[in-house]
């Protein structure tokens, strides 16, 4: 395995001053399996998304807040300086980097925009690709089906979803386009796979001819510039945000027209069919209806339980559902102080018995064939103070003023984010995230191009999913996050076009953490409309013990 | 006087393809007088924003919203055409202008920034200087008084503001600072001058250099280049999106190095100082008493008045108080329909006559040497429909919304835009300008860097100023808009530290117009809180019969 110290010696024998790693691979922005973890294996950090500079005396570990502590934690502080920033890599090089460098970096693990912006800004440093010696991230070599997801979940079979770019290619004279993103790929060609676990994407690139053929690459990739090379003098379009900077080289070799065009599937896949919103639908119902008999079950039996007992428990309710394929993403169960921990996920050295007098934040989700969810409940563990019912009650509120917002269609996912966090300033809370996230159809389960967070201007849609998820984390005491998924929904006030957010998530929130002096008489309706939503949805889908439950638990405030 | 026809000739003499020209001069963004207004002189077009392109064979007159319909009743269609976009210049010639053209542009007109962009991003086009024989916007060979700001109005001395400037210098390794923006030339030393009407801005560029030497440069210009010769080999610092392209390039002639350094004096003018905010207090404790005066002479005087007789009567209480020096900007008086036009000023032949059953929107301010004011009421006109009731109540909310907000420091601009708006969108509702605007001191009364605007990313803190002004325009029919001045003051809830608006403005809300069931209880406390503070501000200030108006206007709801 290579280390930092062999890079260094590659640095000074190849007269380079630095070398860029990050953790991902060719399908930029997607999860990884564990051994393409090339900044994992350098550092030992674990964290989801970070950026490694080695220069020749030094290395530098670029994270943000959710894991600045954790990078600390597990790195070693003589070979690795942790930096806590919200900057790009590039705008971190800008103002850090005061030395003229020549960095090497790979071609693979960049788009051509960032490399662009590189060179386009940083004119006093030198940015040229990884010499062959270098380690890279190269896809894993492990094998796993690939299937395809049938039109009726679909809903639209692939050709069609083929003629809509074929329209598109004539619509701006290219002769082709280049998908560069695998989750684009996936959709486009209702196709899946198995190769990670809780993400059924199929990680490929494509290549639509104008005509309608298309060439799709999953591990072969040594093919491409074969078929680059077939499209000598033609042109290709493509999104250069979206794809790695490698494969303009590749095209630019064999003399092909590069015209960067955003995707056009990204917004295809972003607003769903009716066939995608009715699966979302009837997979909410199940998922909704599992996570109700594990809370009726937790209610009776939290004395005995435990953190993993909680995820294997759920799991269980979960996975005899029907169309049920698997988690959406590994379970967060938090326990009192765990539930602080944004990312926290229980292993058998964290593991934590429940207790009263607390909250449990669990948020979890799965993949059905006809849809993904992705929900967080903080449940009450016997009787909790006064103070954490107060915060889950400000969180709440913070949850209605986004979802109860009506929004002019285009709105970008700042506004949203900006009316839940304002409802919580004003007690002087705030958290460390989004308020939302877009959800791909048996996809990734975190996908955009919406977002609900303070720098997104990507414009909401009728048709888009999005959760809505804020939270308060109290440093090693609690964390409370509630979080629905929502379908924006066309609607109208005095013939003015507006969004609203309609829930797909259907289960209670917990009625013992709400402190109902502290609502507004518009935010209790609101409380009692979604229950009933509940009520109404999971209505014949419980055995009779939990439905019993159910009509407690969602009772008007 | 030139005309559209004899630029396209010397277009084709001197084989350039198209001509730009802006409603601006070499004071990028503020205001201009009647003689230098070449874009209207052009086309015909009075509005306070827009950009002339001249080709050979047609002329392209782009407005923003708030000027479309104007801007096509002013101008000729048979030389002009109109066209409407958000986009800036630069943009729109990206997408507009396909065929590579040959722009010849006033280097004095347009910042480095602008055409910098212009160069690395319309790489298809060229740009170049307009040739001598071309017209050009020079400033105003009007002489004014210049005079200097007393301390007791500025509270800083121009010496010790100077001092910050030369140790930003020594911080920066520069050599001198070249200011090019004229408010903070005349914030930093404490100059001010009577050449535009309403707005007492000392139109001139600066040159510090880091021992504390100013050059100011008021109508010589062409002294420019030989004191530039003087720094030859020097570094001067300048704000790139702040200063004419001209200026480099002079700067450039003489072999002087420029570096392109945020003006600091914009933030330091922003913030404002003790004295400052102790003198916008008093300012606005005038300007409420001369309002209050006016409310309670329309009271009883609306069924003889008209739109112009209220603006003279309203100035007429206003010049009357003590350090008044001028209006901040001509008065917005307009009645029922007038009033839905956004920035309707009364004419001779647009001027109405009151008449009861709709609202009067009444927008003014005024210029004292001790601090500016700004405010907007609408006010009820004998007896209004209850629709109005509504939609006014409904603004009023949308008001609130934002000026309850407790924000942390160096948020940005758009989040209290975002509640305000929100507020609205629930009722179909909007309004097509921003939320509020930053204020200078005896300076601009529309000045940044700070905006509550749906795209201002720029960072709210503790010491600025900021109107909050919502509106709702129904066409042909009325127009409400509710604007107040705050300032942003420091507070904390549980140990974090936000900020809150604290009002300056200080004149009740006209409680005819409340609809008082459409208000939640926070916000009936809000206004009532308020109108408490409006009460105790003007205590003392009013005679006996206005006295007791304003205590029954400023009675609780």
Redesign the interface.
């Given at each position: 395995m290579t280390t930092i110290a062999e890079i260094q010696k590659h640095l000074i024998s190849r007269k380079l001053d630095a070398c860029i790693i990050t953790r991902g691979n060719m399908f930029l922005g997607q999860d990884i399996l564990p051994e393409e973890n090339l900044l994992c294996s350098l550092t030992g950090f674990t964290g989801s998304a970070g950026k490694l500079i080695i220069f020749r005396n030094r290395a530098c570990l670029l994270v943000d807040g959710r894991y600045d502590i954790q990078a600390r934690r597990q790195t070693d502080p003589a070979s690795v300086e942790v930096f806590c920033t919200r900057d790009s890599l590039g705008t971190w090089i800008q103002h850090n980097v005061t030395q003229p460098c020549k960095f090497a970096y790979d071609p693979w693990c960049h788009s051509i925009a960032e490399v662009d912006f590189w060179k386009?800004v940083l004119t006093s440093h030198e940015f040229v690709e990884t010499p062959p010696e270098f380690p890279a991230v190269r896809p894993s070599e492990r094998d796993a089906e690939i299937f395809e997801l049938d039109e009726r979940f679909a809903g639209i079979s692939a050709d069609e979803k083929i003629s809509y770019l074929t329209k598109f290619c004539a619509d701006n004279n290219l002769d082709a386009y280049f998908i560069g993103e695998c989750d684009c790929v996936s959709w486009l060609l209702n196709l899946r796979s198995r190769l990670l676990a809780d993400t059924p994407v199929l990680r490929a690139f494509a290549l639509v001819s104008a005509a309608g053929g298309v060439s799709l690459f999953v591990k072969d990739f040594d093919k491409l510039a074969a078929e680059f090379d077939t499209w000598r003098g033609k042109t290709i379009g493509l999104a250069f945000n979206r794809c790695p900077k490698k494969i303009q080289t590749l095209l630019r070799d064999k003399h092909v027209r590069c015209v960067n065009i955003p995707d056009p599937v990204v917004d295809w896949k972003a607003v769903k069919n009716p066939v995608e919103i009715a699966g979302f639908r009837a997979a909410h119902r199940r998922d909704a209806a599992a996570v109700c008999r594990f809370l009726h079950w937790l209610e009776t039996n939290w004395q005995t339980a435990d953190e993993l007992g909680v995820v294997a428990k759920l799991h269980e309710f979960r996975a005899a559902g029907e169309n049920y394929y698997s988690e959406s993403f590994a379970t967060i169960a938090g326990f009192a102080a765990n539930g602080a921990v944004v990312h926290y996920q229980p292993t058998e050295r964290t593991n934590r018995r429940l207790e009263s007098g607390s909250v449990l934040l669990l948020d979890s989700g799965a993949q059905y064939l006809d849809g993904t969810t992705d929900i967080t409940r903080t449940v009450a563990v016997g009787t909790p103070p006064q103070e954490i019912i107060d915060d889950f009650t400000r969180v709440l509120k913070a949850h209605i003023a986004a979802a109860d917002?009506?929004?002019?269609p285009d709105t970008?996912g700042?506004?949203p984010d900006?009316?839940a966090r304002?409802a919580l300033?004003?007690?002087?809370?705030?958290y460390a995230h989004g308020t939302g996230h877009g959800v791909g159809h048996f996809l990734n389960v975190h996908e955009g191009p919406q977002s609900l967070s303070?720098k997104s201007l990507a414009p909401l849609k009728a048709g888009m999913i999005t959760s809505i998820e804020p939270g308060y984390y109290k440093e090693n005491t609690y964390g409370i996050r509630i979080e629905n998924l929502y379908l924006l929904e066309e609607t109208?006030?005095?013939?003015?076009p507006?969004l609203r957010f309609e829930p797909l998530t259907m289960v209670p929130f917990d009625r013992r953490l709400i402190n109902k002096a502290l609502l507004?008489?518009?935010e209790i309706d609101w409380v009692n409309a979604y229950h009933q939503k509940v009520l109404t949805a999971l209505s014949g889908f419980l055995p009779a013990e939990e439905n019993a439950w159910l009509q407690a638990a969602a009772a008007p405030l």
């Open positions: 386009r917002a009506l929004l002019p970008p700042l506004v900006t009316l304002a300033w004003r007690f002087g809370k705030d303070l109208s006030v005095e013939d003015k507006l507004s008489p518009a």
